[in-house]
C-alpha cells in the first residue's frame, strides 16, 4: 500500500507542472499572477516535475526492494486511513480538476 502512494504523488505534482504548463501555453499566466513573478512560476513548474519524477523512482525502487515490517529502517510502513489519505489526496487534486475541466462559456 505504501508503494501507490509514491505512484499518486508523482501523479499529482507531475499534473501540477502540466497545469502551469497549460496555464502559460494559453497566455492567461498572468491572469493568475504578477507578471514580474511569471519566470519564478515556469521554474516552480520544472521543480514539481523533478519532485514527480522522483516520487516516481522512489515507488519503482520500492517496488523492487520490498521491505519487511519489522525491518528498522526508520520509517513507517503501516499507511494511514483510506479516508485521510482520499481526503489528503482529494485537496491536492480538486483544483487539478477545476483547472482541466472545459468551461462551457468559452
Do not use: N, W
Not at 502512494?5 to 494559453?26: D, K, N, P
Not at 489528503?88 to 480538476?97: D, S, T, W
Amino acid at each position: 500500500m505504501v508503494m501507490k502512494h509514491h505512484f499518486i504523488r508523482a501523479f499529482i505534482l507531475v499534473c501540477f507542472s502540466l497545469m502551469i504548463l497549460y496555464i502559460e501555453r494559453t497566455d492567461s499566466l498572468s491572469l493568475y499572477v504578477d507578471p514580474y513573478l511569471v519566470p519564478l512560476v515556469k521554474l516552480s513548474a520544472a521543480g514539481l516535475l523533478i519532485a514527480g519524477l522522483f516520487q516516481l523512482h522512489t515507488g519503482f525502487q520500492m517496488r523492487r526492494h520490498r521491505h519487511d515490517a519489522d525491518c528498522a529502517c526508520g520509517h513507517s510502513h503501516h499507511p494511514s486511513s483510506a479516508l485521510q489519505s482520499l481526503l489528503l489526496y482529494g485537496l491536492f487534486a480538486l483544483p487539478l480538476l477545476l483547472a482541466f475541466l472545459p468551461l462551457s462559456g468559452q
